[in-house]
């Protein structure tokens, strides 16, 4: 499909998306900002839905989110963010300068690299102890063989078999304040991560909200990290990252009902 710069028409658009997941969360608050009027088509992963043959034509993967536009999927959070950005009208999220359009890919890479450890965290403290109250460990076994990303399959494969240690969660704890330091020394002088509100801020959203959701509010308190506290702060209040983040979990309810309320 050759996209035009911005559509000249309305165009149907689908998501398909987890509620808790954080990179549905980060492409839910991208079409919020841009204000472009969307289908919800969810995935429900403690179903394992996203190995259903009818998904994986859509995304071979095997994971979400998934955006359908007129009939075209586009795949990968961060790729999806971009095109939201340059289909629609609305604010615009890519900076027009190319030094900081740069410095924003800069960072975006960088949290595609440095995060994976909140992958490890989450599975760990959330995921699989909600997979077990629904499924026998052999059954669990039997879907992680099925997933085509060998990532996602070696991870669900470990921690099913206990096999992820302590002493990894204690790294991916560290390598997280390392990244958190970055982002303290990025947000001089603000207000946001390359000064002006971008697809860095908004890719970054949903890992702290993980992270509060996990406890780990304090490695941005604001005797800790004060420019990390005051940014989430303000990016937390946003009308988009609120109706991101309240997405209905699978019961109908929001984070908070489950025990994964907002940081503050």
Same mark, same amino acid.
């Given at each position: ?28 608050? /991208? ?64 900076? !027009? ?23 490890? $965290? !989450? ?13 026998? +460990? ?26 992820? !240690?302590?002493?990894? $969660? ?16 990025? $947000? ?11 697809? /860095? ?28 506290? +005051? ?34």
């Amino acid at each position: 499909m050759q996209v035009p710069t911005q559509f000249t028409r309305p165009a149907k658009v689908q998501l398909y998306h987890f509620w808790s997941s954080v990179c549905s969360v980060r492409c839910r608050m /991208a079409l919020e900002e841009k204000g472009v009027a969307w289908e919800s088509k969810y995935v429900d992963l403690f179903k394992f839905d996203e190995l259903k043959p009818e998904y994986l034509q859509l995304n071979p993967d095997g994971v979400v989110p998934t955006l359908v536009c007129d009939g075209e999927p586009i795949r990968e959070s961060v790729i999806i963010n971009e095109f939201i950005d340059q289909a629609f009208p609305g604010p615009q999220l890519i900076p !027009t300068d190319p030094v900081r359009a740069a410095r924003m890919r800069e960072f975006i890479r960088t949290c595609e690299h440095a995060l994976s450890p909140i992958a490890l $965290l !989450t599975y760990v403290k959330y995921i699989l102890p909600k997979l077990r109250n629904r499924w026998t +460990d052999d059954e669990l076994r039997r879907q992680a063989e099925r997933r085509p990303s060998k990532l996602m399959r070696d991870l669900h494969s470990r921690g099913i078999r206990n096999e992820i !240690t302590e002493a990894e $969660l204690s790294q991916a704890a560290r390598d997280l304040e390392a990244l958190l330091d970055d982002l303290e020394a990025r $947000l001089v002088p603000g207000p946001w991560i390359i000064g002006e509100f971008t697809l /860095a801020d908004i890719t970054m959203a949903p890992y702290m909200f993980r992270l509060g959701a996990l406890g780990h509010e304090k490695f941005w308190s604001a005797a800790h990290r004060p420019r990390v506290n +005051d940014w989430y702060r303000r990016l937390s209040s946003r009308p988009a990252f609120i109706a991101a983040v309240s997405w209905p979990d699978e019961n109908g309810g929001g984070y908070q009902e489950v025990g994964l309320g907002q940081a503050n």
